[in-house]
């Protein structure tokens, strides 16, 4: 954190640390197609960060280079206070940036608990050796330990009736939150969300909306979450990201984005030029 | 007792320890189908490079002495010393590792994300190069394998038998041994899959790519972990196929019994591949023993792929095959 100066607390009493993360100038372009155009904009630690725009906006995208899963053309992303260099989506992971996906990756052939312990696969130090001895060489005792935490997660995020259920049997609302337990199974530092209520009713929206809120608060992860439902986003993000075209059309608290000229231009669909 | 059913019997515990020999290569088919859904044609191949390279460096071989001859005009043959065979087993278990590693960097990095098919194929080339790399590397002759398991009739069950029936079940001392070898490797890849964090991050792979990636596991290294696996499976699949037949070019073959397993007993289930194979290899035997004078012989050949056709209309996924549930 390279900024400590402007720490803050929101209107609920969290506190907004530094800046965490700055992606700088990235521009991402596919053969002649160019997805996004030069964006910069920062995360600060312990904040909602979402980011909206219509369809094919290039919200994914950035999603998906900030995880790794796609490498910018140009343009730097600095975590925690370093400039990253090229890495691999599973190096990205083992940082402590988690993710789900749009449209859910999960392991089908796994239960809910063994989907849910794979996120803990980085935090597991013993090698093969070390496990064949298990009771023996502390192997039981690390698998106890991080199961516990898998636990908590599991009542947090209340899924303790399907624990034993294979993925692939669940119902659409119900992956997407045994997803969300994954991805915080690795006590990410920034956890990523794509559109993590797309789908759902009106119910699970909020039940999903409420664990967001309280995720964050309770562990204060850093959440950046893309989402297409206006009245949610601006109800539980401090800061929104406005991307239209591939080009970022705002930047602010939720209030100022909102009566941006350019961005109801965007939703209301004025005439590109 | 009568007769028929002393001889059933016997043909029934034959039938049993064939399975076991089924199972084990079917077993390598299975390992690499669960962590990256291909179904590696290469594995019958792989068992016979394992067997060449074994009794290669066992008898101290000198490997492409052929091309080297050829290219240098020289007489290579051997090294002139012979390698126990604890230690050559380690050696070639190095090789596979080895083997792994080259096909993970030369074939299968660079078709990630594309489709099991394209991959299968993948697979049919390595098959073909690797076959042929086996005779390049240790030339194409038959060799015998001797890495001092016990062959030959088992004396004792022969006196029990002859004691209770009044006729003595023969009863190879080989099978006994690939038995025991089975039920030890079976047991380890079991517990390995089930229990061990490198085993549900494999489990993860096959499941999903991207997600694997999203919780830090590297694609790299689990594939060139369930190679490395499946060379160590093949290579002991290579070993008592070897002892028992001689290393040769047939040995690729036994590929082709392992597949009516795997239909049988599920492309995705270890267990599986044991029961499918104890029931194609019951069910041959006993068949060949019980109808095969019938209708003149030679059941063996098809009565497997029958068995494991009849399977598969009324159970497509396999006996311990994961359930294929489509939501409409």
């Known amino acids: 954190m390279n900024d400590m100066s402007d720490v803050y607390m929101t209107a609920d009493g969290r506190q907004i640390g530094g800046v965490l993360m700055e992606l700088k100038n990235i521009t991402l372009k596919f053969g002649g197609v160019t997805a996004i155009e030069d964006i910069s904009f920062d995360i600060r630690d312990g904040e909602i960060r979402a980011i909206i725009g219509p369809n094919g906006a290039g919200k994914s995208s950035m999603l998906n280079v900030i995880s790794g899963f796609y490498i ?8 925690k206070g370093y400039k990253r260099g090229p890495m691999k989506p599973y190096e990205i992971a ?17 239960s809910v608990l063994d989907n849910i312990m794979t996120g803990r696969l980085t935090k597991m130090k013993k090698g093969l050796l070390a496990q064949a001895g298990w009771w023996w060489t502390g192997a039981a005792k690390e698998e106890h330990e991080n199961r516990d935490k898998v636990e908590r997660i599991i009542d947090f995020l ?26 915080l199974a690795a006590e990410p530092k920034i956890l990523l969300l794509d559109e993590p209520m797309a789908g759902m009713n ?37 800061r929104v990201v406005v991307m239209d075209y591939g080009k970022k059309i705002g930047d602010g608290a939720p209030d100022e984005v909102r009566n941006n000229q350019a961005v109801i231009d965007a939703y209301l669909g004025v005439a590109h030029d | 007792m009568p007769d028929q059913l002393v001889y059933a019997m016997e043909v029934t515990l034959n039938g049993l320890m064939a399975g076991v020999l089924y199972s084990l290569v079917a077993l390598g088919f299975v390992l690499i189908f669960k962590a990256s859904g291909v179904f590696n044609y290469a594995q019958g191949v792989l068992a016979l490079f394992a067997a060449l390279t074994l009794v290669g460096i066992q008898n101290g071989q000198v490997p492409f002495a052929h091309m080297i001859n050829a290219m240098t005009g020289g007489h290579l043959t051997d090294f002139g010393w012979h390698v126990p065979a604890l230690i050559a087993i380690l050696l070639t278990g190095v090789v596979m590792v080895l083997l792994a590693i080259v096909i993970e960097k030369l074939v299968l990095k660079h078709l990630v994300n594309q489709a099991p098919i394209i991959l299968f194929m993948a697979t049919i080339g390595m098959a073909y190069f690797l076959e042929g790399f086996g005779d390049v590397m240790w030339g194409a002759d038959i060799k015998t394998l001797d890495v001092g398991l016990p062959q030959g009739i088992n004396e004792t069950i022969e006196a029990v038998t002859d004691r209770w029936f009044g006729y003595g079940f023969f009863i190879d001392n080989l099978d006994i041994v690939a038995t025991l070898v089975a039920i030890l490797l079976v047991t380890a890849l079991t517990l390995f899959s089930q229990y061990s964090k490198q085993g549900r991050a494999l489990r993860a792979v096959a499941d999903d790519h991207q997600a694997a990636l999203s919780v830090g596991i590297s694609l790299r290294f689990i594939w060139v972990l369930v190679w490395s696996i499946a060379g160590f499976v093949a290579l002991v699949a290579g070993i008592i196929w070897g002892t028992k037949s001689g290393v040769q070019f047939s040995l690729s073959l036994i590929a082709l019994k392992a597949l009516p397993v795997l239909m049988l007993g599920g492309f995705t289930s270890i267990p599986g591949a044991i029961v499918g194979g ?19 012989g030679a059941t063996e050949n098809w009565f497997a792929y029958v068995l494991a056709l009849v399977f598969l209309v009324f159970r497509p996924q396999g006996l311990f095959g994961e359930k294929i549930i489509e939501r409409v």
């Open chain 2, 278 to 296: 104890l029931i194609i290899g019951v069910g041959e035997k006993l068949f060949e023993f019980s109808i095969g004078p019938m209708i003149g």
């Open chain 1, 94 to 110: 083992r940082l402590g940036i988690a993710r789900t996906f749009q449209n859910i990756a999960l392991f089908d052939g796994m």
């Open chain 1, 202 to 238: 009106v119910e699970e929206k909020e039940d999903m909306c409420r664990f967001i809120l309280d995720l964050n608060d309770e562990f204060g992860t850093t959440i950046v979450l893309i989402e297409h439902d206006m009245g949610v986003v601006m109800d539980i993000s401090d």
């Open chain 1, 158 to 183: 209340e899924i303790q009736n399907i624990r034993k259920t294979p993925v692939g049997r669940l119902p659409y609302g119900l992956k997407k939150r045994v997803e969300l337990a994954r991805a």
């Open chain 1, 72 to 79: 910018p053309t140009e343009g730097e992303v600095w975590f």
